[in-house]
């Protein structure tokens, strides 16, 4: 690769590396639960051909925009999830494939993104120098109050069963904090392994030291998630579903439309996502969770006197309804450009797939953070013009591929059902490898269709899950900075954040009249 660089002039070696990332980013987002993160840590095993440091900058910056958008197409198809984030979107995505609508579902979905990611992508870095006090304000307190808010938007989304929903998040969070505990590393909630004493006749039990790091992420989103819906969809009578290209170039063209009718559910989405990745560390999962809870919280029949007619769509957000892709599909790109914010400025990872980005460039002298990198205009250009370019070469890339990913809907389900949960049960035994990956993803499957069958919101559980290791991170600095309660209602953004959690939750309980039925 080296030889062949050498003989191509300076601005052609970057038009290359920057294509070669485009590609490359978009194939690890088509890979079930690998996105960016795993994408980027490939990177290292071929990190020295990039003799010129800016080129691994352009390299990077491509891979983090096209894997976004890659990793909807699994999601949307088969119901296997992309990257963690792009979980949201298989909940209406995947029941409008199977209806025929893949390919208005993915043009919806990639619309959104690519739209929320120019927008926030050019705020980001033609204003950068400008979000240092943002990020400095969001300190202990606030990020606290954002989570109880965040937490109590669940509410929206089970608003028919909210009772069951509160459960579902309260168990969320316990099992969210097994493992060590942060403040005193002491063990919780590990000791579950029955065994029985034939001495004394006694039932005891011992750790299971499989869980002693916490419950993986990965099998709780695909048991939990998509396994019930898998077999939901492998119960239902299906019918063969044939689409011409004349169809395929309809629903494409349907889904534009559908971006520019919720245009105001994909842009709240954006600010969502935006707002979500200038707060480090808080992640892209829960961006587009928070903006999908938004979007079915505000979705509203079109027209009240047909009780069928959802938006127009004769099905409700949560049940393959187009609104729900766009509303979480917007916090995507724009989670990933302000995630860029507290990484450059102050070299504090605001995602995961960040710590990566840092890892690599500070392997070609970039470090990140640092006065020199951000005195380098040179840095600066390089991360602009290959994220903008990375978007402009993605976007028909991406539109190209939905047609040969909707030939996929025209195998009968059945067919791909057990390939698809062969996949599921592969990716969740990466952990360890041991048998204690394929129990734990089996109990998983069994909570899941537990949860669904007793119409316990499962979104509200992942919700839950995925946001208790930062709320109880948030907790213990606010316990040792000496906060109190009275700080929270005394500071006016954190009081502000407070109130609106208690508003919102009255009125979710009370006055919400899109009662969704998602579990």
């Not at 069958?453 to 900075?481: C, D, M, P």
Request: charged share 15%.
């Amino acid at each position: 690769m080296e030889v062949i660089l050498q003989l191509i002039d300076e601005n052609s070696q970057y038009f290359l590396v920057l294509m070669l990332g485009v590609f490359y980013g978009f194939f690890v987002g088509l890979i079930p639960v690998a996105g960016a993160t795993t994408g980027l840590i490939a990177v290292y095993s071929f990190v020295s051909y990039f003799h010129d440091p800016y080129m691994l900058v352009v390299f990077t910056t491509a891979v983090v925009v096209t894997s976004s958008i890659g990793d909807t197409f699994c999601g949307v198809v088969m119901n296997v999830p992309g990257a963690g984030g792009a979980a949201a979107t298989m909940v209406d995505g995947f029941p409008m494939s199977r209806r025929g609508e893949a390919a208005r579902a993915l043009s919806a979905a990639i619309s959104t993104s690519w739209v929320n990611g120019l927008i926030w992508g050019l705020l980001v870095f033609l204003f950068l120098p400008y979000y240092t006090k943002i990020v400095l304000y969001f300190g202990t307190a606030e990020m606290f109050s954002f989570l109880i808010f965040a937490m109590t938007c669940v509410i929206f989304i089970s608003s028919k069963y909210w009772v069951r929903g509160i459960f579902a998040l309260v168990a969320g969070v316990v099992l969210g904090l097994v493992g060590m505990d942060p403040d005193t590393a002491a063990q919780r909630w590990i000791t579950v392994i029955p065994n029985f004493d034939f001495d004394t006749w006694r039932v005891y039990f011992t750790d299971w030291e499989y869980i002693e790091d916490g419950i993986q992420m990965i099998p709780v989103m695909a048991g939990v998630l998509a396994f019930p819906e898998l077999v939901t969809a492998y119960r239902m009578k299906s019918e063969k579903i044939t689409l011409t290209k004349k169809d395929i170039r309809g629903q494409l063209w349907q889904g534009v439309k559908d971006t520019w009718k919720y245009k105001w559910d994909g842009l709240r989405g954006g600010f969502i996502g935006g707002f979500v990745g200038l707060v480090p560390g808080i992640g892209g999962n829960i961006a587009d969770w928070f903006a999908y809870s938004q979007t079915v919280a505000l979705s509203r029949k079109k027209s009240k006197g047909d009780e069928d007619n959802h938006n127009g769509e004769g099905y409700p957000v949560g049940q393959g309804n187009v609104q729900g892709v766009i509303g979480c599909e917007g916090a995507n790109n724009a989670q990933k450009a302000t995630s860029y914010v507290p990484t450059i400025l102050f070299g504090i990872p605001g995602a995961p797939f960040e710590v990566i980005v840092m890892g690599l460039l500070m392997y070609v002298g970039l470090e990140l953070g640092s006065p020199a990198v951000l005195a380098d205009g040179i840095f600066f250009d390089h991360l602009l013009s290959s994220y903008l370019w990375s978007l402009i070469i993605i976007l028909p890339i991406s539109y190209g591929f939905i047609r040969y990913a909707v030939y996929i809907t025209n195998i009968p389900f059945k067919f791909y059902f057990w390939p698809i949960v062969a996949s599921l049960i592969w990716t969740t035994s990466q952990y360890t490898g041991l048998f204690d990956d394929y129990l734990m993803f089996a109990m998983c499957c069994v909570f899941g269709l537990a949860m669904k069958y007793f119409k316990f919101s499962r979104i509200s559980f992942l919700i839950g899950f995925i946001l208790s290791h930062r709320l109880e991170a948030s907790w213990v600095q606010f316990n040792t900075f000496g906060y109190g309660w009275e700080d929270l209602l005394l500071d006016p953004f954190p009081a502000t954040l407070i109130m609106l959690a208690i508003v919102a939750a009255i009125w979710g309980i009370f006055f919400n009249k899109a009662k969704i039925d998602f579990v």
